[in-house]
């Protein structure tokens, strides 16, 4: 069994921070690449940020250099720091891994989803 818990959304004015976390636990092998989307009310679901096993990072156009994703790889936790946040950012942000289970088996598993709500 794997298990994803997030934490770290709530609400806070423009132009402040937020760092979002998300830790996994359980039978797992290896992370084999990790992520971050966020839904809005009313929007599909959207990718926000990447992180793949050997470091290399990617944004959506919308957060780069607002926006910073990393990993400690001891915890098995992602990490997102947020800053300079904007009201269009406001959403349900969810993580993401792609686990090799020590069954061998690999899966993708999702956090609970945090809520992000940026005042103007």
């Known amino acids: 069994q794997v298990h994803v818990v997030e934490s770290g959304g709530g609400l806070v004015q423009a132009g402040g921070s937020l760092r979002l976390s998300c830790a996994a636990s359980?039978?797992?092998?290896?992370?084999?690449?990790m992520g971050w989307y966020r839904q809005a009310p009313g929007k599909q679901r959207e990718l926000v940020a990447t992180?793949?096993?050997?470091?290399?990072?990617s944004y959506t156009n919308s957060v780069r250099g607002r926006f910073t994703t990393s990993r400690d790889n001891a915890k098995n936790t992602l990490y997102l720091q947020m800053n300079s946040l904007k009201p269009e950012d406001t959403a349900v942000y969810y993580c993401?891994?792609?686990?090799?289970?020590?069954?061998?088996?690999?899966?993708?598993?999702w956090g609970q989803g945090t809520q992000v709500t940026v005042s103007s």
């Open positions: 992180l793949a096993s050997d470091g290399v990072t």
């Open positions: 993401n891994f792609y686990i090799r289970g020590t069954d061998w088996r690999l899966k993708d598993y």
């Open positions: 359980g039978s797992i092998f290896s992370i084999n690449a």
